[in-house]
């Protein structure tokens, strides 16, 4: 994405949580840092009018609409295949790790670690003592999020193939999403 484009990030189903990266395009070590991204917000959610910070803190992405306005995730994992062999499944579960390696290697590029990801669209409630609970989104089918770069950056996204847990929905079952990039904010022109 270059900075000023916007990204426009369709929950098809109402049930997929989509794991979000972003790379400095003139670095990609420079990642999206979410504890970066909790300090400069003064939140543990992310929700719209936010900014995800880097690992520099500078400013990457700003959320500028969320039809569903809900409290996106920043404090879970992106699912790997240790999280998936805790949980009993076969050495070759999909995971959002994984993908997230695998779409940087179709552009040449590769890094040694995997970046905490934006859980967008995860349900994630927090209790008065700290502890975390997984449940399913409480979006709808259509709901989006509309993204702006704020630098030329890396854009990774991965429809989360959790099956496991209700993370996706009662159904656990995966579900495609929809991704369009627009030179204007696309929510300004369907208002």
Same mark, same amino acid.
């Given at each position: 994405?270059?900075?000023?484009?916007?990204?426009?990030?369709?929950?098809t189903y109402g049930n997929q949580v989509t794991d979000l990266w972003a790379l400095a395009a003139a670095d990609v070590?420079?990642?999206?840092?979410?504890?970066?991204?909790?300090s400069v917000n003064s939140n543990i959610f992310f929700a719209n009018g936010m900014t995800l910070m880097s690992?520099?803190? +500078?400013?990457?992405?700003?959320? /500028?609409?969320?039809?569903? $306005?809900?409290?996106? #995730?920043?404090?879970?994992?992106?699912?790997?295949?240790?999280?998936?062999?805790?949980?009993?499944?076969a050495e070759d579960h999909r995971s959002c790790s994984d993908n997230f390696h695998e779409a940087l290697s179709t552009l040449d590029l590769a890094l040694p670690f995997t970046p905490a990801s934006l859980n967008l669209f995860m349900n994630v409630p927090v209790a008065p003592d700290g502890s975390v609970d997984r449940?399913?989104?409480?979006?709808?089918?259509?709901d989006t999020v509309v993204l +702006?770069?704020?630098?030329?950056? /890396?854009?990774?996204?991965? $429809?989360?193939?959790? #099956?496991?847990t209700p993370i996706n929905g009662t159904a656990r079952t995966p579900r495609d999403i929809a991704v369009r990039l627009h030179d204007t904010n696309p929510a300004e022109v369907t208002s």
């Open positions: 994405m270059r900075a000023g484009q916007h990204v426009l990030i369709e929950n070590f420079e990642t999206s840092s979410l504890d970066h991204t909790r690992s520099r803190r +500078r400013p990457m992405l700003t959320m /500028v609409a969320d039809s569903g $306005a809900v409290r996106h #995730d920043t404090l879970l994992c992106p699912c790997s295949r240790e999280l998936y062999r805790e949980l009993g499944c449940l399913p989104p409480a979006t709808v089918a259509g +702006r770069a704020e630098m030329d950056l /890396v854009l990774v996204l991965s $429809a989360c193939p959790q #099956d496991v």
